[in-house]
């Protein structure tokens, strides 16, 4: 066995130990982990909330003034090379990868909880309303995609414009040196951004279970318990398996433009059956409240107030985001050879956030529209919102159908494409991970995913992927400074 591969090896058997230490922690030990899960959180947003702020504010100030600049018109490879796959598939890829079940478990559930409870307002007010959807847009706008797109572009620029590992630890070889970013300083990096990848995967595979149980509770009466959601996972499990065995050209590109069709169909479907005049309206309104806001917001933090609203909300979702991004950024790296540089980054960040956009204006104003009992009734349970909400629309029924087969073709996405990501960053990179690696990585996702749900449902599941991703915000500001040093000696620039 040659050094690179027990280099992988060593990754790969230390980062699984780690996992199955905290499955092992959550199954026998369920209370003790949530008390401590609920005492790091505490700790994260008291003292370093302002940390998550900051960051990812620069990581989208980097990313717009990197697609404007100079360095706009280099090539994700060799400047002869052009995309491997086209626009439309490449969208549906990295959109359902990037957002995926979140965007059917809080399209309804965010907007109703702002409605009900927002700070500093009435609930059930206009003001309450446009709060709502405007932060809504703000949680999930250019921020989240800006943020994959750091990771994103650093590794498709150091894989195939340099021809180096596809792994994290690559992209700082012009800040330590290539021997170091080899060596153990680039394991641990590695071995972080497995771990950080399979919580936040985990978080997400628990929501869709989650919601997914509910529904079919909805629509053909199953009970919401712990044996049905172990069904689900060992379905969903068996078929992302089967995609991800399958390949990227084949199981992930088609489940992906199948997402995006079916993604449109129920879009549609709410906005004919709904109020559509209003979600127009609020979406043209919420949009432009949002382009005039977004820097105030980006810092808003109470140096002599409560912050329990924006730990249990804006925080949250920064460290989800941040939990993702080497997940989600290795897939779009692996996907985007070929493309220039402003080209990638208008179409990780800009397209996506517009998507979010329609998407929560249409879902948000579809409950806010039905008053503020309904708004409350539905918020009580989160996974059951959209169903609750739904219900009151023509077709509801219907509506609530593709809404439980799209969870479960973003659940299988949003897996196949992390078994695929964690095959790669435990193999030394390989592009093409062996078959045995993925299926261990798909089974240890899983795993973790229903522990978590046994050990303490959604409450710590947000934990646990806000204190995997805490460590990373570091190595993800460093690596926009060491990216900025290779681009600045890119030969393309002589030319």
């Not at 060596?183 to 936040?200: E, K, N, P, R, S």
């Not at 539905?378 to 159908?401: C, D």
């Amino acid at each position: 066995m040659n050094k690179k591969n027990e280099e992988s090896n060593l990754v790969f058997y230390v980062s699984v130990i780690i996992v199955f230490l905290v499955v092992f922690w959550g199954v026998f030990a369920p209370n003790n982990f949530d008390m401590v899960a609920n005492g790091l959180f505490e700790f994260l947003v008291t003292r370093f909330g302002w940390l998550y702020l900051m960051s990812m504010f620069f990581f989208v100030t980097f990313t717009l003034i990197i697609a404007f600049s100079k360095y706009g018109q280099i090539r994700l490879g060799e400047d002869d090379s052009r995309p491997e796959y086209s626009n439309v598939s490449w969208f549906a890829m990295l959109f359902s990868a990037g957002m995926g079940i979140g965007l059917v478990f809080w399209g309804v559930a965010e907007p109703l909880n702002h409605f009900v409870n927002p700070p500093n307002l009435t609930g059930g007010t206009a003001e309450a309303a446009n709060f709502a959807l405007r932060t809504s847009f703000f949680h999930w706008g250019i921020h989240p995609w800006a943020n994959y797109s750091i990771l994103a572009l650093a590794l498709a620029y150091f894989q195939f414009r340099k021809g180096k590992p596809g792994l994290v630890s690559s992209i700082f070889i012009p800040l330590i040196g290539e021997k170091r970013a080899g060596g153990i300083i680039g394991q641990l990096i590695d071995i972080l951004a497995i771990c950080a990848t399979v919580a936040g995967v985990a978080t997400s595979l628990g929501l869709g279970t989650l919601q997914i149980n509910s529904g079919l509770n909805y629509l053909f009466g199953l009970p919401q318990n712990t044996v049905i959601q172990l069904l689900i996972i060992g379905v969903v499990t068996v078929l992302f398996m089967i995609s991800a065995v399958s390949g990227l050209d084949k199981g992930i590109k088609i489940l992906s433009n199948t997402n995006l069709i079916i993604a449109l169909v129920l879009m549609v479907l709410a906005l004919i059956l709904g109020p559509t005049v209003k979600i127009v309206n609020a979406l043209t309104n919420n949009f432009g409240a949002y382009l005039g806001d977004v820097v105030r917001r980006s810092f808003h933090i109470r140096p002599f107030g409560d912050n329990t609203w924006i730990g249990d909300w804006t925080i949250f979702y920064w460290a989800w985001w941040i939990a993702w991004a080497p997940f989600v950024g290795t897939f779009i790296a692996r996907i985007s050879r070929g493309r220039k540089i402003k080209e990638f980054i208008i179409g990780v960040t800009v397209i996506p956030s517009l998507g979010s956009f329609i998407w929560f204006a249409t879902f948000g104003t579809l409950g806010i529209d039905l008053g503020l009992e309904i708004a409350s009734k539905a918020v009580e349970v989160t996974e059951t919102a959209f169903f609750v909400v739904v219900n009151h629309y023509p077709l509801g029924r219907l509506i609530s159908f593709v809404a439980v087969v799209l969870l479960c073709t973003f659940f299988v996405t949003s897996a196949d494409s992390a078994t695929f990501v964690l095959g790669m960053m435990s193999s030394n990179g390989d592009l093409r991970p062996t078959t045995k690696r993925k299926v261990t990585w798909g089974v240890v996702q899983s795993l973790l995913a229903l522990t978590l749900i046994v050990a303490g449902g959604l409450q710590t599941l947000q934990i646990a992927s806000i204190a995997a991703a805490f460590p990373f915000t570091i190595v993800m500001v460093l690596a926009c400074i060491s990216l900025l040093k290779a681009l600045r000696k890119d030969p393309f620039l002589k030319k």
